[in-house]
């Protein structure tokens, strides 16, 4: 079911029983793009609500699913089972692994890499800019690895170019410096380790 209020752009391809709610936008060219130049691609099941952009070029896989006003740029590539929150924003060129959670207004910026069944929490924030606000900011983004399984806790900061090992948990609130190995808790700012899960 497409809502007659959504936008399709020219070269969006859907799979089989999608729903697209009322005031979204898909396919949407990025800046420098016609209309169609760039095949976006979004598998069977998706669920697209209310007010959500997706831009053009991406690759998303089955069972599919946004919050309201989602916001996902161009060019990323996103798994089967995936679900991003209301308010979420994912920049261009990230890629997303199958059975990801995205909470509530999560900020994913460009070249993050989320692994299998990652969990992020309502309101953490990726970073990858190095050196904001320079003028090379751009020619040294580094963005975040949240490795399989972890998990990153409600309003956690995690810094550019960081690697959240497989299924490590990052505590609500924490500030992460420092790369987290594998299994292991950490919390605080900066955060600290408390121990192996």
Sequence with gaps: MISSTAVIHPGVKLGKNVVIEDFCIIGTPPRGAKPGEMETIIGDDAVIRSHTVIYAGNRIGSKFQTGNKVNIRELNEIGDNVSIGTLSVVEHHV???NK????TQVFVPEYCVLEEGCWLGPNA?????KYPNQ???KDNLEGVTVKKGA???????ILPGIIVGEGALIGAGSVVAADVEADMIVA????KVLRRR
């Design 151 to 157: 998990v990153v806790g409600a309003n956690a900061t």
């Design 95 to 97: 890629k997303v692994g």
């Design 135 to 137: 003028p090379d900011t």
């Design 100 to 103: 990801v959670r995205i909470h």
């Design 125 to 129: 924030v990726l970073t990858n800019a």
């Design 188 to 191: 605080g700012n900066p955060a």
